[in-house]
């Protein structure tokens, strides 16, 4: 099962910055926070990920808070092709009991309007 | 360009009929992982393999068989494909188990009759 709880969908006007919020209450101190997007049935795709401190790149922005039971994917200027399921995942990094599977739950339909 | 590629994109077969979905990466990752995905279940691991000729059942392996003869290639077979397993698959690669990014494949939309 998931240890992640998303809203299931969310609204975001192009050009607005887009905030999608995780939970992950149960979250390890070896566990790390993946964020990944599905445009419609195409493959997943990687955003970014982080154990502990803030993380940034060209796509977008990770904010874990100062206990990691929660997170924010933001996305500073959201554009009509950033519509998209949008998973937070907790893994373990390299260990002997890890498949290296990543379960998604059920994600967070964002919807970038005009 | 960094990628990982899945042949054939679109397959429509008869129940028994055995198929091979082909996966390749062109990155030297050592992992990778095929993954079903179907409405109301989200993606489910397959089978994995950390590196060749090392492999291993994910969490849905029955009905397939993979293999892992040369570190680039991670094919998906079906020796007697049923309607149940009428999904969409993708295969995925990273640098090692647990390590980073995984990159995942275009995905192949299966359909058994």
């Known amino acids: 099962d998931a240890k992640t709880t998303q809203p299931p969908s969310m609204d975001c006007a192009e050009g607005r910055a887009a905030n999608l919020p995780c939970n992950h209450s149960?979250?390890?101190?070896?566990?790390?926070v993946y964020w990944y997007r599905q445009i419609h049935s195409q493959g997943p795709q990687y955003i970014i990920h982080g154990l502990k401190n803030n993380e940034t790149n060209e796509m977008a922005s990770l904010i874990i808070t100062e206990d990691r039971k929660s997170s924010t994917l933001i996305l500073p200027h959201a554009t009509l092709r950033d519509t998209a399921v949008y998973y937070c995942i907790v893994r373990v990094g390299k260990g002997s009991s890890n498949t290296g599977k990543l379960i998604f739950g059920q994600g967070t339909t964002l919807q970038v309007k005009p | 360009e960094a990628q990982v590629t899945q042949n054939p994109r679109y397959l429509i077969t008869v129940t028994g009929k055995k198929l091979t979905v082909t996966c390749s990466q062109n990155?030297?990752?050592?992992?990778m992982s095929w993954y079903r995905q179907d409405p109301g279940l989200g993606l489910r691991q397959i089978y994995y393999?950390?590196?060749?000729?090392?492999?291993d059942k994910g969490d849905v392996p029955e009905g397939y068989k993979v293999s892992r003869k040369e570190k680039r290639n991670f094919p998906l077979i079906l020796e007697s494909p049923s309607p149940n397993q009428t999904s969409l698959y993708f295969c995925?690669?990273?640098?090692?188990?647990?390590?980073?990014?995984?990159?995942f494949g275009p995905g192949t939309r299966l359909t058994v009759l």
């Open positions: 995925a690669s990273s640098i090692q188990r647990g390590v980073g990014e995984q990159f």
């Open positions: 990155m030297n990752h050592e992992y």
């Open positions: 393999s950390m590196n060749v000729e090392v492999t």
């Open positions: 149960t979250i390890s101190g070896n566990e790390y």
